[in-house]
């Protein structure tokens, strides 16, 4: 993914998540070191957007974002159902994504603060995120 790509999803899909979900109400997005996500014109453009960030991002601490637990439990799904090509591995995917419940992820979002703080205990070092 480029900058460009990334702003235009963020424009598509982001902004309007941010409004569905919170309104007016104030929200941090997080997301991590990538070298688009980094880049200075999205750093810009979320700045223009009014998009809060979490950061800075701990260098050594991908696993700290939520949605990593979600692409571990997905990829557990998709492999139990053994896909023998391309089409099937897609369908699968989209199945099993759709099938992950809401109740899971907002549970997997409202681990941030614990987790947060564990990172801060342990000052960056190993933790179980």
């Known amino acids: 993914m480029n900058k460009e790509w990334y702003q235009n999803t963020l424009q598509q899909q982001l902004l309007p998540?941010?409004?569905q979900q919170f309104g007016e109400?104030?929200?941090i997005f997080q997301h991590?070191?990538?070298p688009c996500h980094k880049a200075k014109v999205i750093t810009k453009w979320l700045r223009d957007q009014n998009v809060d960030i979490l950061g800075?991002?701990?260098g050594n601490s991908p696993d700290l974002n939520p949605i990593e637990?979600?692409?571990s439990i997905l990829k557990r799904r998709v492999d139990k159902q053994k896909p023998t090509n391309s089409d099937k591995l897609?369908?699968?995917i989209m199945k099993e994504w759709v099938?992950?419940?809401q109740e899971l992820?907002?549970?997997l979002i409202e681990s941030m603060p614990s987790r947060i703080a564990v990172v801060l205990k342990k000052k960056g070092q190993h933790c179980k995120y």
């Open 17 to 19: 998540t941010i409004q």
């Open 90 to 92: 897609q369908e699968v």
């Open 25 to 27: 109400e104030q929200c």
């Open 105 to 107: 992820t907002q549970k």
């Open 99 to 101: 099938a992950i419940s």
């Open 69 to 71: 637990n979600l692409w």
């Open 32 to 34: 991590d070191g990538a």
């Open 56 to 58: 800075p991002w701990p």
